[in-house]
């Protein structure tokens, strides 16, 4: 079975400053979907960013970026020049392939940018 | 586009009554997944439909059921309700299943209490 630890269960950080989120799973698959998804007091899920496992190259979008090292199974999520929209809990969850395509979620960590 | 939508927003019952969720999935969707997010669980894996059967199911007892129409829209029964049940129930839909694995994207939420 698979698991997913967010070992952070709160942070905060100063507006415009760089946060990193840290997330490690367990598996024994070599093919899967990693995502971070953030859930803000709307309650609302939204994906933030994705990582396939067969690719290398960390995944990016605009102040959101992953630090994703297989070996380790580790993958962190950096959120850059943070904004106060950015508060919210954020979950990391891991997905197999083929045919087994239910999430598996962390715990979440809480994530408040202070002003 | 329109997202995916829940009704009913909240849902209040008593013991022992049966609850019913409801889901659309995002146009073009055919997969539709429910998730749990009860307090002190975090997020757990209900069931996950796609073309109107059921293909995955979490460790929830069978007075939790659904099924999927053909416009792909899902409903959510929950039969004999226990306190325990109370939680954001969360709908999320994908493109395809079983060929690759796409994103989920999440609805809203439907919260619902047990009196």
């Known amino acids: 079975a698979q698991t997913v630890t967010q070992s952070q269960p709160e942070m905060s950080v100063q507006e415009a400053e760089t946060v990193t989120l840290s997330c490690t799973y367990d598996?024994?698959?070599?093919?899967?979907?990693l995502f971070w998804y953030k859930q803000p007091p709307s309650r609302q899920m939204i994906l933030v960013i994705r990582?396939?496992?067969?690719?290398?190259q960390n995944a990016t979008e605009n102040r959101f970026s992953v630090n994703f090292q297989k070996a380790a199974k580790s993958f962190s999520l950096k959120i850059s020049d943070s904004q106060l929209g950015d508060t919210a809990m954020y979950f990391c969850?891991?997905?197999?392939?083929?045919?087994?395509?239910?999430?598996?979620f962390g715990t979440g960590t809480r994530l408040t940018i202070i002003p | 586009e329109a997202g995916v939508t829940q009704s009913p927003t909240h849902l209040i019952k008593t013991r022992g009554q049966q609850a019913t969720l409801r889901c659309s999935p995002i146009s073009g969707h055919t997969s539709v997944y429910w998730y749990q997010q009860a307090l002190g669980l975090g997020l757990q894996f209900l069931l996950w439909y796609d073309e109107g059967e059921e293909r995955n199911r979490g460790n929830f007892p069978p007075r939790f059921s659904g099924r999927q129409f053909p416009n792909y829209s899902s409903e959510l029964n929950v039969n004999a309700l226990e306190l325990e049940d109370s939680a954001l129930y969360l709908c999320?839909?994908?493109?395809?299943?079983?060929?690759?694995?796409?994103?989920?994207?999440f609805g809203p939420g439907t919260r619902l209490t047990v009196l």
């Open positions: 969850a891991f997905m197999t392939n083929f045919g087994n395509e239910k999430l598996t």
């Open positions: 598996t024994s698959e070599n093919n899967y979907y």
């Open positions: 999320a839909s994908s493109v395809l299943a079983g060929v690759g694995t796409d994103t989920q994207y």
């Open positions: 990582q396939e496992a067969y690719k290398q």
